[in-house]
């Protein structure tokens, strides 16, 4: 039977309290004196959930198919911990601790009281898809409510006409959207990480998993990745959206494409560290400590999407997936339970697909500094060849002068040579063609533009104010070489790549951005090898 949960109304309003005030957090605005009471409340209050107490124990399925040798297996790891696995699916609780037992006196898990927790399974559970629909769609509801609370030209834009939201949508080019560079690059992937955990948690087949070179694992963030990109295109440009309440794309300077690219692809490699460290710190360091309030710090510290996310799911923010509570964890991990082993032939070196998060970048355009990220594919084509696509694009605000902004946005394509072999090192070089587009606006001061520009579009940040737009698209290439270090047979760091590239652009605003060079590093995904 699964495990039932019953919320008072205390629970549902301290969580919800939790909820918003988080979601000031993620978004860094000007919000710590109510963050700081709200967490005071929330502290007050949450205990009023037991769930780590004893009347509201989680009751799992009796055993059916474990087996005798696994049986034994268990006693002879600690007799302490009690296992229930069902032959169907594994439930979110297969064990609980047998509090008629005294608990071990040391202060720390030995190093042999760490089973991992396998089970037969039969038939692939289904997606929870009803579960996913109302945590989705409250976090999206926290994200709107907290832009009409704290953007005044959000709230104006109500009174447009409905069918802005076209005009918003067709406004859209470019890649800075007006905000921030840790806006964009910080909190918009911990936007992606949390729609990836919502996932997670509502895809029981790959849920109980840990990091490493398991297929299910790598699986399981690929399923999340593609939900975290409908997640954030719903949120940018859907029916409930920026695009429709607010129409914030129809003004300057909010237009651009860099939260559709940074969001679910740099929430995947935030997902993906915070898996590592869950792994080789979070666990190790609970293992050597049995104090509940060191165990919940510790979780909730080191991974604040995950916490956030168990907030929307009505969790307690420091709840895991793969193992007990913090008062009941001892040592144990719930695993995804595995097919029964048949013969297999070796796995391939050469991936057939593999995605890079490449960030950050730098790009060096004459005078100015750009920075930025990007997103590439890469398709086999051969043992040492692939065909790539590439998006990507960097803002010019930090070194434009006041009232400008400006970004670069660059989309190319083309080969690139690289070596994959048994040594951990692969070194690559390619060669794109494409385009590339600049993009200045200048935001006119008390209203009056300099000498030979011309009223434009409202400023967001000053709606009574008017901007000059300015943009040049043209052919481009790049040619460039870098190095990717090999992590198992699913992940690659990219040390290093290093671009020259080349335009053909107009000046814009009198300035030239024919030829740059640019340095990234990243995270590469392949798919194909495991």
């Not at 006409?161 to 007006?178: E, I, N, R, T």
């Not at 065909?387 to 930090?398: A, Q």
């Not at 992590?487 to 030829?515: C, E, F, G």
Request: proline fraction near 7%; include cysteine.
């Amino acid at each position: 039977m699964l495990p039932v949960t019953v919320y008072s109304s205390a629970d549902y309003l301290s969580l919800l309290t939790l909820a918003s005030c988080t979601g000031n957090l993620i978004f860094m605005k000007e919000s710590w004196p109510p963050l700081l009471i709200f967490g005071a409340v929330i502290t007050l209050l949450l205990p009023l959930r037991a769930e780590d107490n004893e009347k509201s124990k989680l009751v799992c399925a009796a055993p059916s198919t474990v087996g005798a040798e696994s049986e034994s297996r268990r006693k002879a790891v600690d007799p302490h911990v009690e296992l229930y696995v069902t032959s169907i699916v594994l439930p979110d609780c297969v064990d609980s601790y047998n509090s008629s037992e005294p608990k071990p006196s040391s202060t720390a898990v030995s190093a042999a009281l760490k089973p991992e927790i396998p089970s037969a399974e039969v038939g692939a559970p289904a997606v929870q898809w009803k579960p996913l629909i109302y945590e989705s769609s409250f976090y999206l509801g926290v994200m709107i409510s907290f832009r009409f609370a704290t953007e005044p030209s959000t709230r104006n834009a109500l009174s447009n006409d409905p069918f802005g939201y076209f005009a918003a949508l067709g406004a859209m080019h470019g890649w800075s959207d007006g905000d921030g560079y840790y806006e964009n690059y910080l909190g918009h992937p911990i936007e992606g990480t949390v729609s990836d955990y919502l996932w997670i948690h509502n895809d029981p087949r790959y849920r109980n998993v840990q990091f490493g070179k398991s297929r299910d694992y790598w699986m399981s963030r690929l399923r999340a990745y593609a939900f975290a990109w409908a997640f954030s295109e719903q949120f940018e440009i859907g029916l409930f959206s920026e695009a429709s309440l607010g129409q914030i794309q129809r003004y300057c300077c909010a237009y651009g494409f860099v939260d559709h690219v940074v969001t679910p692809n740099f929430g995947m490699i935030w997902l993906i560290g915070e898996d590592i460290l869950d792994r080789y710190v979070t666990r190790p360091l609970e293992n050597r400590t049995r104090n509940a309030t060191a165990r919940i710090l510790l979780r909730a510290a080191i991974n604040p999407p995950q916490s956030f996310a168990n907030v929307l799911m009505l969790q307690y923010p420091w709840h895991r997936e793969n193992r007990p509570s913090p008062t009941n964890y001892d040592g144990e991990l719930y695993v995804r339970p595995q097919a029964q082993a048949s013969p297999r032939l070796p796995l391939p070196i050469v991936p057939k697909f593999e995605l890079t998060a490449a960030m950050p970048s730098y790009t060096r355009m004459g005078s100015y500094s750009c920075l930025g990220g990007s997103g590439i594919g890469g398709f086999q084509l051969g043992d040492f060849s692939q065909w790539t696509l590439e998006v990507g694009g960097c803002t010019l605000g930090n070194s434009l002068p006041n009232h400008w902004s400006g970004d670069s946005l660059t989309f190319h394509t083309g080969p690139q040579w690289i070596m994959h072999n048994t040594s951990r090192w692969s070194p690559h070089l390619h060669f794109r063609v494409g385009g590339q587009k600049i993009t200045q606006e200048y935001c006119a001061v008390n209203g009056k533009p300099p000498a030979g520009l011309t009223v434009g579009t409202p400023c967001q940040s000053e709606p009574n104010l008017r901007a000059q737009h300015y943009e040049s698209t043209g052919f481009s290439i790049s040619t460039g070489c870098g190095l990717d270090v090999r992590v198992n047979k699913a992940l690659a760091i990219r040390v290093a790549n290093l671009d020259y590239m080349y335009s053909w652009l107009h000046p814009v605003a009198n300035t030239d951005y024919n030829q740059g060079v640019r340095f990234t590093t990243g995270v590469v995904l392949r798919v194909g090898t495991w």
